[in-house]
């Protein structure tokens, strides 16, 4: 983590005592929150992160009190204060009232707390397990991106107690749902796939939407499709995707090593590089006027 964190539209120390016993969403993880990626001092896809952010709270309830330009403008703020060009940026909006062990004398609603951290270096593919009923795709709450995440943590790190890089989440059927923070596709010849949002339990993220809906490679289709374990292990290539991944094969599951698609994969990951540069030169004069 870096210097400086962003609190309720505050630059403040992320040495700084700032959150008490007695908020709700804090001993609840009763938030909404988001990764997003810093690329050249731009939110990548911050359009899309705010629309999903703004979603999910209505869904769980959780007060949603910024505009979209106001949520922007008090973001870049904080990558000024770091002097970060490329980073990962996590922002969280939490709720402070509700529930029977409400503390007293909290003024606000909620609490927009956001900081931000190096890249991460994936290196080249990563090792997966499957985990059954790690979602239930059924549940109303399916896909949304809330601060209560211990489980996903408690699968992550015991993925990496066990030489892994991370899990596969199957649903209630049995079904291929997702990684704990990144969706996966298969490749089968020119199609890719997807699970979808309707009955994996998946999250919608960003990335994932930006393939399915922006990313257009002739001869490659990409769709959603249910699949199961045995559908991904004979797949001939498999990878996953997420903000600070983008688009990353895999290598293993469960000690069983996995057919590459690299054509496939290189096409998509350079179809999405130049989405990213396109991005950028739309957005470069807008950020340098928020900065400024």
């Given at each position: 983590m870096h210097r400086f964190l962003l609190y309720n539209g505050e630059i403040r120390g992320t040495n700084e005592a700032l959150v008490s016993p007695g908020q709700t969403g804090f001993m609840n993880g009763w938030g909404v929150f988001s990764t997003l990626q810093v690329l050249d001092g731009v939110l990548f896809e911050y359009e899309r992160h705010y629309a999903r952010m703004k979603r999910d709270a209505a869904l769980m309830h959780v007060p949603f009190q910024y505009s979209s330009d106001e949520l922007e403008q008090q973001l870049l703020s904080l990558v000024s204060a770091n002097g970060i060009e490329n980073a990962v940026l996590r922002v969280a909006i939490v709720r402070n009232r509700g529930g029977a062990f409400e503390g007293p004398g909290n003024g606000r609603d909620c609490d927009l707390v956001a900081f931000t951290a190096d890249l991460t270096n994936w290196g080249?593919?990563?090792r997966l397990y499957y985990v059954p009923n790690g979602r239930y795709g059924a549940s109303p709450f399916a896909g949304t991106k809330?601060?209560?995440?211990?489980?996903?943590?408690?699968?992550?790190?015991?993925?990496?107690?066990r030489g892994y890089d991370e899990v596969i989440l199957l649903n209630e059927h049995g079904q291929v749902s997702e990684c704990t923070s990144a969706n996966i596709f298969i490749i089968r010849g020119n199609t890719v796939s997807t699970p979808p949002l309707s009955t994996s339990g998946c999250l919608p993220g960003v990335t994932r939407g930006v393939l399915l809906e922006q990313i257009h490679v002739p001869g490659i289709?990409?769709?959603e499709h249910e699949f199961t374990p045995s559908e991904l292990d004979s797949a001939d290539g498999v990878f996953i995707t997420s903000t600070t991944r983008n688009v990353l094969p895999v290598l293993e599951v469960g000690n069983t090593r996995l057919k590459q698609a690299p054509d496939v994969v290189e096409k998509l990951q350079a179809a999405f590089r130049d989405h990213q540069r396109a991005y950028l030169q739309s957005h470069l004069k807008k950020t340098g006027a928020l900065i400024t």
């Open positions: 080249s593919g990563v809330i601060t209560s995440w211990a489980q996903n943590l408690t699968w992550y790190e015991e993925a990496h107690q289709s990409i769709l």
